[in-house]
């Protein structure tokens, strides 16, 4: 099983960089796992919704560059679905029984993800109802990740 993620931006804060290590390391026993970082694009506030699109497009074509052919998207995204742990856990599992054996996940920078991608995704999926830092989401992804694996192989993790 071969799981990517690609994410726009760089992670700065050590804190993230070591919680995403850890738990990196803790998915190498279920999963081949590579993050990669794309270029973000300056956002600053006040932008016009032209603007905010064409930072958008370019951050769009830094990722449609990194995915693999034949890989099974799944695009982070604030109106996407929002699942349970047990659910997505079982939702990536079908992936992988159905003969899926590369699922790339997909994180936008500050202004979220180009419509390309979303419609390209097999899946959208919303983390919360509530607005994370998009470094952030990295970890919690990765957490939610190794939970999962846990998860499918009956193996036990805090509630």
Same mark, same amino acid.
């Given at each position: 099983m071969r799981i990517s993620?690609? &994410?726009?931006g760089k992670i700065k804060e050590k804190y993230l960089k070591d919680g995403i290590e850890e738990y990196r390391k803790r998915l190498s026993r279920f999963c081949d796992l590579e993050l990669i970082e794309v270029e973000d694009f300056r956002a600053p506030e006040g932008l016009s919704d032209a603007q905010e699109q064409q930072v958008k497009s370019r951050e769009c074509d830094n990722i449609l560059k %990194?995915? %693999?052919?034949?890989?099974?998207?799944? &695009?982070?995204?604030i109106r996407g679905e929002s699942l349970g742990s047990e659910e997505f856990s079982r939702r990536i599992n079908s992936f992988f029984v159905s003969g899926t054996s590369h699922i790339t996940f997909i994180i936008g920078g500050?202004?979220?993800l180009d419509d390309r991608i979303l419609s390209m995704a097999r899946v959208r999926l919303s983390m919360s109802k509530l607005t994370f830092p998009h470094q952030l989401a990295r970890m919690i992804l990765l957490e939610q990740l190794f939970r999962a694996f846990k998860i499918m192989n009956g193996e036990t993790y805090h509630k």
């Amino acid at each position: 099983m071969r799981i990517s993620v690609i &994410a726009v931006g760089k992670i700065k804060e050590k804190y993230l960089k070591d919680g995403i290590e850890e738990y990196r390391k803790r998915l190498s026993r279920f999963c081949d796992l590579e993050l990669i970082e794309v270029e973000d694009f300056r956002a600053p506030e006040g932008l016009s919704d032209a603007q905010e699109q064409q930072v958008k497009s370019r951050e769009c074509d830094n990722i449609l560059k %990194r995915i %693999r052919e034949g890989s099974t998207v799944i &695009a982070l995204d604030i109106r996407g679905e929002s699942l349970g742990s047990e659910e997505f856990s079982r939702r990536i599992n079908s992936f992988f029984v159905s003969g899926t054996s590369h699922i790339t996940f997909i994180i936008g920078g500050s202004l979220g993800l180009d419509d390309r991608i979303l419609s390209m995704a097999r899946v959208r999926l919303s983390m919360s109802k509530l607005t994370f830092p998009h470094q952030l989401a990295r970890m919690i992804l990765l957490e939610q990740l190794f939970r999962a694996f846990k998860i499918m192989n009956g193996e036990t993790y805090h509630k």
